[in-house]
């Protein structure tokens, strides 16, 4: 089964059940319908007519190489990916509801920072079940993978070697979040020297910000991909983590080696028994919060301040502190 985002189409007459979605929401091209669902001799024609009228899609698409095009026959062949396919078709044949969020929260990003317009979305069957790029913000477009938020369906696969804390974040309600953060971190300044802890920290932080001004109605759990025991936790130990941070000298730590358990990507934080991952993201979201209410400046100035120690001095931040 190879790598195969760059083989997936669309055209303007694939459908999508509009159950959910309004008439002035945006459309999803769902590209792996068109994929799956077009005839052999007609799949050439239907990439060379996708190329013209969607020149924003982030795909690399090639029908004028045949080599290019026998992969793609490989591909919408192979019968795992075809199961993988039909799993996807069962579970988003409606993709009003994702439609109708995703345009509410792009309408909400566009007031916020108007520099931020995505006006395209398009799904897609990545079939390499790469979670670091389920969503991926290129342009002005969104590209969605669609199987990722399917792999609960795969135990017959193993998940495809994907551990059970990447599964269990493999849910649906997480795909809008997922796509306001894709956003987020495509537009906050990275600090040019080495970053330390509290770059990650705040950077991370400023993400989830933006969620909170796009996504009010969002569990901050669903926001930071939590499940309630871990957002539970993280609240209780918010004072913990913090002095753990500030006791071991993490904060200015430029080694990423020495931090990177409170950074990544896994079931709980080390340090921590029976604790909650990503704590780093909590505590830089609190930060950022703090900020923002005590200084009047607009998400892009936020975005734009890559001064972490000046974010975290003028936020006041004190977990032991009632704000």
């Known amino acids: 089964m190879c ?19 309004k008439a002035d929401d945006l459309q999803i091209v769902r590209t792996e319908q068109v994929l799956f669902n077009t005839d052999a001799n007609d799949l050439q024609r239907q990439l060379t007519v996708l190329k013209q009228e969607h020149p924003g899609i982030p795909l690399k698409i090639y029908p004028d190489n045949g080599e290019y095009m026998q992969l793609v026959s490989g591909f919408v062949s192979d019968p795992v990916v075809r199961e993988i396919y039909d799993s996807v078709e069962s579970m988003y044949s409606d993709v009003g509801w994702l439609e109708h969020d995703l345009t509410t929260a792009l309408a909400k990003v566009h007031d916020v920072m108007p520099d931020m317009q995505y006006n ?54 997480y795909i809008v979040s997922d796509c306001m953060l894709c956003i987020a971190k495509q537009h906050i300044a990275i600090p040019s020297q080495q970053m330390t802890m509290l770059d990650y920290m705040i950077c991370e932080g400023k993400a989830l910000y933006l969620l909170d001004l796009v996504l ?55 340090a921590f028994k029976d604790s909650a991952p990503r704590t780093t993201q909590y505590i830089g979201w609190q930060i950022v919060r703090r900020y923002m209410k005590k200084n009047h400046i607009t998400v892009k100035e936020l975005f734009e301040e890559t001064d972490s120690q000046k974010i975290l001095r003028d936020s006041g931040y004190k977990p032991d502190k009632k704000f």
């Open 120 to 173: 395209e979305v398009y799904s897609c069957i990545m079939a390499e079940f790469d979670y670091d790029n389920r969503v991926v913000a290129d342009g002005k477009a969104l590209r969605i993978a669609l199987d990722i938020y399917t792999l609960k369906k795969f135990e017959k696969f193993g998940y495809f070697g994907l551990p059970m804390f990447i599964v269990d974040m493999c849910d649906p309600k």
């Open 216 to 270: 009010p109605n969002t569990p901050d759990a669903t926001k930071i991909r939590y499940n309630d025991m871990q957002m539970s936790w993280v609240k209780k130990n918010e004072q913990d983590i913090w002095g753990y941070f500030v006791n071991n000298k993490l904060l200015y730590e430029t080694d990423f080696m020495k931090f990177h358990n409170f950074v990544d990507e896994a079931p709980k934080t080390n």
């Open 3 to 21: 790598g195969i985002v760059a083989l997936l189409t669309s055209c303007n007459d694939a459908t999508s059940s509009s159950k959910g979605r």
